[in-house]
């Protein structure tokens, strides 16, 4: 098949324009919106590269490093040790979004996790609401609210860290 030097432009900016409005259609996708319509961008749980050496779970299950595996006390959780690098590994990845907050809290408890990070000289406090369609999370340090997936929620803390419950 032979073009011109005209029917070649035409393919080039013809291919240009699909993949340009294939981009504009997936950056919502991509990317996510807060309530002015501007994006945002993905703000960790944890200072990026941070190590996690303690877990502790409201005050009741305490997950600790040991070497470069993880030891869970009560040892009474169902969890087995690759669930648990797994969910270690969730905690160490988990990201969200900035969020106002616009739900009524009061009357949910929360779930209290208080992690010990290498290099830092205090603990890291977090406050997890799980709501229906998502999971918002309280840094206490930073006085900031994110917004996760509902679905992050069960892999942060699976349901056999409290089997009794």
């Known amino acids: 098949m032979r073009l011109s030097r005209t029917g070649w432009n035409n393919v080039i900016i013809f291919s240009v324009t699909i993949i340009i409005i294939f981009l504009n ?16 961008q993905d703000i960790p749980l944890f200072k990026e590269h941070a190590v996690i050496l303690t877990l502790a779970i409201n ?19 169902q969890l ?6 797994q969910m270690m590994l969730s905690w160490q990845n988990a990201v969200g979004y900035s969020e106002t ?27 997890l609401f799980p709501t229906k369609d998502q999971l918002l999370v309280f840094n206490k ?21 409290f089997p009794h419950e």
Do not use: C, M
């Open 59 to 77: 005050g009741k299950v305490l997950i600790s490093r040991t070497g470069k595996s993880w030891k869970i006390v009560p040892e009474s959780s």
């Open 141 to 161: 340090q930073t006085q900031q609210w994110l917004s996760l997936p509902i679905t992050v929620f069960y892999q942060l803390i699976p349901r056999e860290i």
């Open 80 to 85: 087995k040790p690759q669930a648990l690098e």
């Open 25 to 40: 259609f997936t950056n919502d996708k991509l990317f996510h919106r807060n309530e002015a319509g501007k994006f945002t």
């Open 101 to 127: 907050l616009k739900y009524d809290l009061s009357k949910q408890t929360p779930i209290v996790i208080t992690a010990e990070l290498v290099g830092e000289k205090s603990a890291f406090d977090l406050n």
